[in-house]
């Protein structure tokens, strides 16, 4: 099969004017619902089927930033916070703690289809990172080292995203690396992808997937978003030409449309691509 590597073919659906400080991370809930935060303590949900109404805002608390977000089965918000060592829950306007780590930095999350939680964490000092999969609070999985002992991931500040992709393939963004790991469900290598085919340097940050098995990978060193097969062959680029720049989140909801953050326009757009 013939790989392209131009820009897809893609829809503006909507384009929404968030309220946000330069927009970082979001999370879409079936196909109207939308949760975002900045640079900034502050956390909005949006409605589309509302005309894009604000149906939630609220702060962390700590003053910090969300580090990632993540929706349960339920709808529910959840964002972990790095400063803190913790992750969060938005039940009923209200926030709750649901976990806290003693030695670790959680950075990305993601709910699996199952019901777990799938965290990135880093220790206090950065020079260790894992992916551990929790079923409510207990730890059934860990992924750390491959058979010969050897870190998967590589030691730095930089955070690692999660996302379950719909085979169950763990996607991990490793932004310290500068790469994309996909295990299979049991935490084995299926395949690295680090960015070959763009010029500038590859810089991945948040990633997501949808139901026809595609990886969306955010680069923000190449100001594209590049989406991949299940098998790690790169289909093609959502970039400028498709009416998107600025990107640093990404979601895909429940109808495979994608929705994108711009940091400089304080946008979400809603893309439609084929």
């Keep these: 099969m013939e790989i392209s590597t131009s820009s897809l073919q893609t829809v503006l659906v909507a384009s929404i004017q968030t309220g946000s400080d330069v927009p970082r991370r979001l999370a879409c809930f079936g ?5 975002i935060s900045g640079i900034d303590d502050v956390i909005e949900g949006w409605n589309m089927e509302e005309e894009f109404a604000v149906k ?8 910090r930033r ?14 972990s916070d790095h400063y803190q060592r913790k992750i969060f829950k938005r039940k009923n306007r209200h926030v709750k703690e649901v976990m806290c780590f003693r030695k670790w930095r959680p950075s990305g999350i993601c709910y699996t289809s199952k019901g777990e939680l799938l965290i990135g964490l880093s220790n206090k000092n950065y020079s260790k990172k894992l992916i551990r999969r929790y079923f409510g609070r207990k730890c059934i999985q860990e992924i750390h080292f491959d058979e010969n002992g050897i870190p998967f991931f590589k030691p730095g ?8 992709n719909k085979n169950t393939d763990i996607c991990v963004t490793d932004c310290q690396a500068k ?10 290598v299926r395949f690295k992808y680090s960015g070959s085919h763009v010029i500038a340097e590859f810089k991945p940050g948040c990633l997501a997937t949808d139901s026809l098995y595609h990886i969306f990978i955010v680069d923000t060193g190449n100001d594209l978003i590049h989406v991949l097969d299940q098998y790690g062959q790169l289909l093609g680029f959502i970039d400028d030409a498709c009416g998107v720049t600025g990107t640093t989140g990404i979601a895909v909801d429940s109808e495979n449309r994608v929705w994108v953050t711009e940091c400089h326009t304080s946008k979400i757009k809603v893309l439609k691509y084929s």
């Design 56 to 63: 939630d805002i609220f702060q962390t608390g700590s003053g």
């Design 179 to 188: 790469s994309v790991l996909v295990f299979d469900e049991s935490g084995s």
């Design 157 to 164: 500040d930089l955070a690692i995203f999660v996302e379950e």
């Design 31 to 35: 196909s109207s619902e939308v949760w």
């Design 66 to 79: 969300p580090t990632d977000l993540t929706v349960d089965f339920k709808g529910r918000l959840m964002y």
